[in-house]
């Protein structure tokens, strides 16, 4: 009596197969997810109404006051100098910051934005932006939408003057300068990007100038501005 031999190389059905590459695939998935999730600890969104107590904040508190505009809790800043605001106890490093704010296009009427590696007063680093030159018709003011700075070395002046063109930008699409706009600060190794109303290409990259490594995250205003939804992301 003859008995077929099954092949020892027998093709393996259609469905079985997709199955067994969808195991591995799968995980690879959940495991680059898992990383993603792990490279950032947990996210820190700061009281803002805190600030004008100083409760669990620093600096010029008395500049800052709640306010609740278009159906957004905020803060609100006006009067003439510069205010700073910052986290009190808190030591940031790398990490991300998003926050939502709205200044006025009138000229010279408002600078508004984050700080970071914020040792006092004097010193930080800060990514502000200038809402009256968004769409400005002038395209040299336009240019002049986003700044970075890092107090005291490298204030505006002084970039403009020594490094012009390299630490700040105009925005595109350039919003309008009495909306509200949402900001994103990714610092990485010393590199600064910031992404205004989800843009794909940064609208400003840099490589920071001052030496801290740490310091304390704020917030910074000049003039009148509004800042809303701060939130801190810090890199593990």
Not at 75 to 93: A, M, Q
Not at 164 to 185: I, M, R, T, Y
Request: aromatic share 10%.
């Amino acid at each position: 009596m003859s008995l077929t031999r099954r092949s020892d190389h027998m093709p393996i059905p259609e469905k079985s197969m997709s199955r067994m590459l969808l195991g591995p695939r799968l995980f690879a998935g959940f495991l680059l997810l898992f990383c993603l999730c792990c490279a950032y600890s947990q996210s820190l969104p700061p009281d803002l109404s805190a600030i004008p107590s100083g409760k669990g904040w620093k600096g010029d508190v008395r500049a800052f006051r709640p306010a609740d505009v278009d159906g957004r809790p905020a803060v609100e800043c006006s009067g003439p100098g510069r205010h700073l605001v910052w986290i009190e106890n808190y030591d940031f490093k790398d990490g991300v910051i998003e926050f939502d704010a709205k200044g006025k296009s009138d000229p010279q009427s408002s600078f508004v934005g984050a700080a970071f590696r914020v040792q006092s007063e004097e010193i930080f680093d800060a990514v502000y932006l200038r809402p009256f030159n968004f769409r400005s018709s002038d395209p040299r003011k336009q240019s002049h939408a986003i700044q970075y700075v890092s107090e005291p070395d490298w204030p505006w002046e002084k970039l403009r003057a020594e490094k012009k063109g390299q630490f700040e930008n105009s925005l595109a699409p350039a919003p309008s300068g009495d909306s509200w706009f949402h900001v994103k600060l990714a610092v990485r190794q010393r590199k600064v990007s910031a992404w205004v109303n989800g843009v794909e290409q940064p609208s400003l990259a840099i490589t920071e100038l001052g030496f801290h490594e740490g310091g304390s995250v704020g917030l910074l205003c000049i003039g009148y501005g509004l800042i809303s939804n701060l939130r801190i992301m810090p890199h593990k």
